[in-house]
């Protein structure tokens, strides 16, 4: 049973007050710069200030329509009798930034929560799109617990080619390989190009941009409906608005991400992502922003609250359609719904609205049951996210049953090991690649820090001799992660990754593997004596880098078995106003 909510004393001073409330010099300091941009005297009287916690960039296209929203935003802010101050914030781009955009999930974390705990800020709207903006702000959030709400930028609307759905990321991995299995022209993937992103918007496919906004509804953390609707949509807009003025009122009433992520927010999540057919990178976000709160969430909660969770959304990767269609029939508030009258909610979990998640989601209907599946025909009977263990991964590996072959989900293979991702891409071409589609693909130094960063490589593209052939899938094993719009029978995050000696760094070429994922294990056919001596053996070919924040980032990252967050920044440090300098 979660706690209730009850709400703060109004009127009360503010956190902002500390800055603006009063005559003394150090106020009019604060108070006074700030009127240079036409702000009248009386704004400062008390009234909740407002944080626009903003991830727009011109490189990072997926949120290249945020400034829109946050006028609309501001809008509802004013609507409410708030002060609001667009904020922009720390925005790294899974499409634009090296190594990978997850090398900078925790740098952008901790730069919003030092930018909230720093200014006078009496609650924050997260602004936020691109894979990795969701967690990095909700993370901030936490640690400083400072009334919060996310509202997403929304997906694209559907790509089309030749009268077929196209769905970003999920058709690049597709007709990248249909190139080099000699199905599809060089010109006619230029020609698709065009059609795979052709709105504002993030990727329509249920990658881990949705994947998240998804997350961050379930948690509670966003207004309901929040997640599916297009990013061009006038409803986006209005959402946006309808944001800016809660959020006044949950400063008011001082509902803090404490107060809505608890265990059962994340418990309903982990469900949740089951049921949507959800990236494996919410995993390791919510495995993050759980170690924010305190909440002692792991994989093997993974594995026990989504095993039988049946996927019901019927969305690629894992199914046909795309966000556009998941709109049309309900949206996530449907899915709530389906999961709720299945006994796989918990109902009294508190949400940013101050009403209960079901509530929120008791009425909800679905209008298109080829989208969102009745429960007695789902894509995937057991959804949500397989943790298996073994000598190979004895801190846990992950696989998405829903995007995986069934007949390669029990599977033994010969090793074909590649040390490092340019080891891969100097070799996987190669015609004398001693390689078939029995063998089980292996890819090392490609973890948190490895690769530095723990990029989405583990989706290895097959070689061009196996594709010619007409499979399209193999067994692959790394410590990498894949993108959400990735389908395939991928393990991934295998733990301790190579780069900390994991087992994965020691496998070789001809080795035997077995993965029983309905059992759960991962395993090394090798006697553990050899094991053992290969590993004492073993050298770490990855030094440790010279300086800068890769050095920082390899000096402190932690496992992806609990986050990849940094050591130093798990908790909740509260939001302390600090002492005035002027």
């Not at 009063?22 to 009248?40: A, C, E, F, M, V």
């Not at 296209?61 to 946050?70: F, I, K, M, Q, T």
């Not at 803090?256 to 608890?262: A, G, Q, R």
Request: with cysteine.
């Amino acid at each position: 049973m979660t706690r209730p909510f009850t709400p703060a004393p109004w009127p009360r001073k503010l956190r902002s007050q500390h800055w603006y409330g009063g005559n003394s010099r150090d106020t009019i300091y604060h108070r006074g710069w700030l009127k240079n941009q036409g702000y009248p005297h009386d704004l400062f009287d008390g009234r909740p200030v407002i944080g626009i916690l903003n991830t727009w960039s011109d490189l990072t296209p997926c949120n290249g329509h945020l400034r829109e929203l946050a006028e609309k935003v501001k809008a509802g802010v004013w609507e409410a009798g708030g002060f609001p101050l667009e904020v922009p914030v720390f925005s790294a781009s899974e499409n634009s930034y090296r190594p990978t955009a997850m090398m900078y999930r925790n740098l952008a974390a901790m730069a919003v929560e030092e930018a909230m705990r720093g200014q006078p800020i009496d609650g924050a709207v997260l602004l936020v799109g691109c894979d990795k903006t969701t967690p990095s702000l909700l993370m901030g959030a936490a640690s400083t617990d400072i009334p919060s709400i996310v509202v997403t930028g929304g997906p694209m609307l559907n790509g089309w080619f030749r009268g077929e759905r196209i769905g970003s990321g999920t058709h690049l991995w597709k007709f990248s390989e249909a190139v080099k299995a000699g199905e599809m022209t060089q010109a006619e993937f230029l020609e698709a190009e065009a059609s795979m992103s052709r709105s504002s918007g993030t990727c329509n496919t249920m990658g881990t941009a949705s994947t998240m906004a998804s997350m961050a509804e379930a948690l509670g953390m966003a207004l309901s409906g929040n997640a599916a609707i297009p990013a061009v949509d006038s409803r986006r807009r209005v959402m946006a608005q309808l944001t800016g003025r809660r959020i006044v009122q949950m400063v008011k009433d001082d509902l803090k991400p404490s107060d809505i992520l608890t265990r059962a927010a994340f418990e309903n999540a982990i469900r949740t992502n089951g049921a949507i057919g959800g990236s494996t990178n919410a995993v390791i976000h919510l495995l993050a922003l759980a170690g924010r709160v305190g909440i002692d969430l792991t994989l093997d909660d993974w594995d026990r609250l989504g095993r039988d969770v049946p996927t019901i959304v019927n969305l690629m990767p894992s199914g046909r359609y795309l966000m556009e269609e998941f709109f049309y029939a309900g949206g996530l508030p449907a899915v709530l719904q389906r999961l709720g009258e299945a006994g796989l909610l918990d109902r009294e979990a508190l949400t940013v609205s101050g009403r209960t998640i079901w509530e929120e989601v008791r009425e909800a209907r679905n209008w298109n049951e080829d989208v969102i599946l009745p429960a007695d025909r789902p894509l995937t009977e057991q959804g949500g996210i397989a943790v298996l263990r073994g000598n190979l991964a004895p801190g846990g590996a992950v696989l998405k049953p829903s995007a995986a072959s069934p007949h390669l989900l029990v599977h033994r293979g010969r090793a074909v090991v590649f040390e490092d991702i340019d080891d891969y891409k100097a070799r996987i071409e190669d015609e004398a690649l001693d390689i078939d589609e029995t063998c089980i693909m292996v890819l090392k130094m490609c973890g948190p820090r490895g690769y530095p960063g723990m990029a989405e490589v583990g989706n290895m593209g097959l070689p061009p001799k196996v594709l010619r052939k007409g499979i399209t899938d193999m067994v692959r094993i790394s410590d990498a992660r894949m993108s959400g719009t990735a389908y395939g029978t991928v393990v991934l995050h295998a733990s301790p990754e190579a780069a900390r000696g994991g087992p994965l760094a020691v496998v070789r070429d001809g080795d035997m593997i077995e993965l029983d994922v309905p059992n759960r294990r991962l395993h090394l056919d090798v006697p553990e004596t050899e094991i053992a001596r290969r590993l004492a053996d073993w050298r770490n070919p990855a030094p440790r880098p010279p300086g800068g924040y890769a050095q920082l980032f390899h000096d402190h990252v932690e496992g992806a078995e609990t986050g990849a967050d940094f050591d130093f920044l798990r908790g909740c440090r509260g939001r302390e106003v600090g002492k005035d300098s002027h």
